[in-house]
């Protein structure tokens, strides 16, 4: 795995991906597949930044097979109408990399639903994406489901008791909450793929610490968060460098169900594709139960009944 880079992507002929996320890491994954032939839908709740994204991709990769869906992780109904327009578009797919994020929010914002704002986009609407698409992942050829977690998940705790942040709202609290759910969800995913014969791989991904607009376009204009962000850029590795371990998911053969994936060094802040620490917290199999057990009574979608087709 030593420096393993998008050179050794295999070929994706033939293969249907979904990417959440119209900058950043999405669209370097977006790219990265293309370039290997792989059929890209990216998905995203901006349509001009969406049209942008494609273009990108295609002025890069002429023969690119790509298009642009709607799609706001922060509303369940859209999450819904995705799935449909998709289910419509296709029989079957192989990759979904649950990517898009919102990112340290000064003021405790909410989703369409009254869910936290980044527990409800980072974790909820990718759960009830998932379980939507679940049928045609079942249909896929080797099926792959990417969850992108982060550093800040070594400091996420779930709080049941306060799960939405509405008697404490405490920015990087509820994003590293947020991120620690998205990792339990791929690993317990993976386990209920092999309990039940679903057939999918769930892994697990980080980017280190990456050159991406997520800390500009969330947190005030004067946040430490955005200052950091803007003012001390040579830490932080480019996007594209930051894709690496979600693209070493999704289409290495190495790279195994269960697995989580970050940079190699610097204490995983940035590098190259190696497997990452799971924090302890993320390996409590009951709170995992309990918060796939949640989310489903909270999005209203369940998995097993939409595996089943």
């Known amino acids: 795995m030593a420096r393993w880079t998008t050179s050794e992507i295999g070929s994706q002929k033939g293969r249907l991906a979904v ?22 839908v990216i ?35 859209s999450v819904d109408d995705f799935a449909q327009r998709l289910s419509a578009q296709t029989d079957r797919l192989d990759l979904l990399i649950n990517n898009a ?40 050829q080797n099926p792959r489901v990417i969850s992108l977690s982060s550093v800040a998940a070594r400091d996420g705790r779930i709080d049941f008791a306060d799960l939405q942040s509405e008697e404490t709202y405490v920015p ?9 759910a998205c990792l339990m969800f791929a690993l317990e995913l993976q386990r209920r793929s092999e309990t039940l014969g679903w057939g999918i791989a769930s892994i697990a991904a980080h980017p280190g610490v990456a050159r991406t607009d997520l800390l500009h376009n969330a947190p005030g204009r004067w946040s430490a968060y955005r200052l950091t962000r803007s003012l001390l850029w040579f830490l ?24 989580y ?49």
């Open 19 to 40: 990417v959440t996320g119209t900058g950043g890491l999405g669209l370097e994954d977006a790219l990265a597949l293309a370039r290997a032939g792989c059929e890209v």
């Open 43 to 77: 998905a995203g709740r901006n349509p001009d930044k969406g049209r942008a994204a494609v273009a990108h991709v295609r002025e890069r990769v002429p023969t690119a097979t790509i298009r642009f869906e709607p799609l706001d992780l922060a509303s369940l109904a």
């Open 101 to 140: 994020g919102v990112m340290v929010p000064p003021e405790r914002q909410e989703t369409a639903e009254g869910f936290e704002l980044q527990l409800g986009t980072n974790h909820l609407g990718h759960f009830a994406l998932t379980a939507h698409l679940m049928a045609l992942l079942r249909k896929g």
């Open 172 to 180: 990087m609290k509820a994003y590293s909450q947020s991120k620690i």
């Open 236 to 259: 932080f590795q480019p996007a594209a460098q930051g894709a690496l371990p979600t693209l070493y998911a999704a289409t290495s053969r190495d790279a195994k169900g269960g697995g």
């Open 261 to 309: 994936y970050g940079p190699d060094r610097m204490s995983e802040v940035r590098g190259y594709p190696a497997p990452a620490r799971i924090p302890p917290q993320a390996a409590d199999l009951a709170v995992a139960r309990r918060l796939w057990t949640v989310s489903e009574q909270l999005t209203g979608v369940g998995f097993e009944s939409r595996a089943a087709g």
